[in-house]
Structure formats: C-alpha cells, structure tokens
C-alpha cells in the first residue's frame, strides 16, 4: 500500500525557517519523481518543488526566490523541504505527491499519489 505522511509543519515567524518531511511507505523514492505542493487560504494548489531520482532533475518555483531547498535521503525513504526566510505568503497547507512515471513536473496532474497535507502558518 503507497502512503505519504507529511509533518513538520506549524506556526513560525517571518523570517525564520522550516524542514518539512515527507515519509514514503510502500515504494521506493528513488524510483519515482515526489513533488512538494502548497495551498494557500482562497487560493489554488501550486508547485513549489519536485525532485525526479531516475531523471536526474530538480526543479523550484522561481518566484521563490531559491528560498526552498528539495532534498532525499534514501536510506530512510524520505524526502524534505526546507523552508527559509519563511513569509506570510507561504501560509498554507502543504502536500507531498509521488509520480511513478518519474517526471519532475510542477502540476498538480503530473502526480498520482497524495498525502494529507501539512499545515504551514507564518504570523507574528
């Protein structure tokens, strides 16, 4: 059974910094492509991050100004995201999504498998 779990989420000030996990069971990530997606209040689910071991690609959103870092660890089958000079603006749920194809893509339809979701909150 593939699964997903994000955590490390939570309340945090401007400026400071997160490293969100995503924890695969079930497959192996160095097979498939994993994608980090983020969803703001009233506003729709965007790609900020993915990652393709079999391709050999990385890819960020631009307009994130190289503030986030993709990283895998294989040998515990997870991949992160590490946040930095956190902003109000990266308010919002984020998700971790598998692509078995192993295409590194920032849409939402590039990805099959999903997990729940963790939540991101900047305020001071």
């Known amino acids: 059974q593939l699964q997903l779990v994000e955590s490390g989420g939570g309340l945090v000030q401007p400026g400071g910094s997160l490293r969100l996990s995503c924890a695969a069971s079930?497959?192996?990530?160095?097979?498939?492509?994993i994608g980090w997606f983020r969803q703001a209040p009233g506003k729709e689910r965007e790609g900020v991050s993915c990652i393709s071991t079999p391709l050999g690609r990385i890819r960020h959103l631009p307009s994130l100004g190289g503030r986030f870092t993709i990283t895998g660890d294989s040998a515990k089958n997870m991949i992160y995201l590490q946040i930095n000079n956190l902003e109000p603006g990266d308010t919002g749920s984020y998700y971790c999504?598998?692509?078995?194809?192993?295409?590194?893509?920032?849409?939402?339809?590039?990805?099959?498998?999903w997990g729940q979701g963790t939540q991101v909150t900047v305020s001071s």
């Open positions: 999504a598998a692509n078995a194809d192993g295409n590194c893509v920032l849409n939402q339809s590039g990805y099959d498998h």
């Open positions: 079930g497959f192996t990530i160095d097979d498939f492509a």
